[in-house]
């Protein structure tokens, strides 16, 4: 578990800026420690825990890129009339290479095999012409044409992943070229998700008159196990400023990170705030940023602790900047920016300036060549949790912008790369 104590932040500030909340996290929290070994099909999403170095060059051999004929680049005349060989033996990807290839002769080779020693250069063999047992070759090949050289893709002993890499579909196929069965990864720190409100039911539970179902712990959940975390559901806290600091408390003592939604706005019954004070140490409050602007981040025995706000849209928009980047702080992932694009707005829209906005807007093709066009979801409200499955994207309203045009180039992040 990463032990931070309470006043490693200090920051006095009342609004805080996206980009010093996330300098906030990158600078002064540590990793979680703790590492395993597991097997490559286990890998996928896990954060690589130390360097990995080729054990063995890749490819392994000296071999052919493609079908063809395999010869010693000498041998070719420089004449317009072409050079004519005699055809001797046969590779197929799999087989020794055998005996050197004697100078006036080819080699038939197929795609991975082994060059015969003395061969250096493939013609494709939709450039060459046979005529019997020998081989006729255009002038003009380059040496080593179509071949792939020993440690092309990767030399022995050089660096082939990085520690903090998060291992996707690439790195894992890297890993195994180079022969490793398994690799050695960073533990996933435990984040326990609170919902807070006397308003809110579990779903499957029958509503009390003036309750509405828990969306935002499911949600929060899902978009954490999309990290090398291990997410624990630790249900909902009651409206009681008392129940909230002793929850707060019993968790951070079996977890890594806390994450809670609602509760962290300034009414009589947002307690979440006040708990984290009360129980430790708040590093801000509220951030400069739409939706999404009351969130707090503490230290509870010495366990960082966020809130997010309770409307479902904030609680995904601060999740994505506060606790996203928290997440992989603790798994000691490289810092990784979230996925974004250029679109052109069909909309016109205002904003105050001074803090940054986002707006959902669906997508759809340009003209020939043009940037995808967004076109804002009709209907405004941080609670409207649909709007979220209606659309395609959030569109990034930078701080020192008072609007949008049609016409304008917006910066988009999309859903399906976020979620």
């Known amino acids: 578990m990463a032990q931070l104590s309470d006043d490693c932040f200090a920051f006095g500030g009342a609004l805080l800026s996206v980009e010093a909340a996330s300098a906030l996290i990158a600078e002064r929290v540590p990793p ?20 990995l170095f080729a054990p063995h060059p890749l490819p392994p051999f000296f071999n052919s890129a493609v079908d063809g004929y395999a010869f010693r680049h000498a041998d070719l005349a420089a004449g317009a009339a072409g050079t004519r060989l005699r055809l001797a033996g046969r590779l197929a990807a799999g087989q020794a290479a055998g005996a050197a290839l004697a100078p006036g002769t080819a080699c038939r080779i197929l795609t991975g095999a082994p060059m015969p020693p003395g ?16 081989l006729l070759l255009p002038p003009g090949l380059r040496p080593g044409a179509n071949c792939r050289p020993a440690g092309e893709d990767v030399a022995r002993g050089a660096l082939a992943l990085p520690a903090g890499r998060r291992l996707d579909p690439a790195a894992i196929g890297l890993a195994a070229a180079l022969g490793l069965p398994a690799l050695a990864v960073r533990a996933r720190p435990r984040i326990g998700v609170f919902s807070t409100g006397d308003e809110l039911a579990a779903p499957g539970t029958p509503l009390g008159p003036a309750q509405t179902y828990d969306s935002n712990r499911f949600s929060l959940l899902a978009l954490l196990a999309g990290l090398p975390v291990e997410p624990v559901d ?58 999404g602007r009351p969130a707090a981040m503490g230290v509870v025995g010495g366990t960082p602790v966020l809130g997010l706000p309770g409307n479902p849209v904030a609680a995904f928009v601060t999740f994505l900047h506060l606790a996203r980047p928290l997440a992989l702080r603790l798994c000691g992932a490289a810092p990784a920016s979230l996925p974004r694009f250029h679109a052109e707005a069909d909309f016109p829209y205002r904003k105050k ?30 609670g409207l949790l ?7 994207a959030f569109a990034e309203l930078p701080e020192e912008a008072t609007g949008v045009a049609p016409g304008e180039r917006l910066v988009v992040l999309p859903f399906a790369a976020l979620f």
């Open 32 to 51: 979680i420690a703790g590492a395993e070994t597991v097997p490559l099909a286990q890998a996928r999403g896990r954060v690589l825990a130390a360097d």
């Open 119 to 134: 061969a250096d250069t493939v013609m494709m063999q939709e450039d060459a012409r046979l005529e019997g047992d020998a």
């Open 234 to 291: 630790l249900g909902i806290l009651p409206d009681r400023a008392g129940a909230t600091r002793a929850a707060l408390r019993e968790a951070a003592a079996g977890h890594d990170m806390l994450l809670t939604s609602g509760g962290v706005s300034a009414g009589e019954e947002d307690h979440v705030r006040a708990a984290i004070e009360a129980a430790g140490s708040l590093v801000f409050w509220r951030l400069a940023l739409k939706p």
């Open 353 to 382: 300036a001074g803090r940054r906005e986002y707006v959902r807007v669906t997508l759809r093709p340009g003209t020939a060549g043009g940037l995808p066009v967004a076109t804002k979801y009709a209907r405004e409200g941080a």
């Open 386 to 392: 649909s709007s979220l499955t209606q659309s395609d």
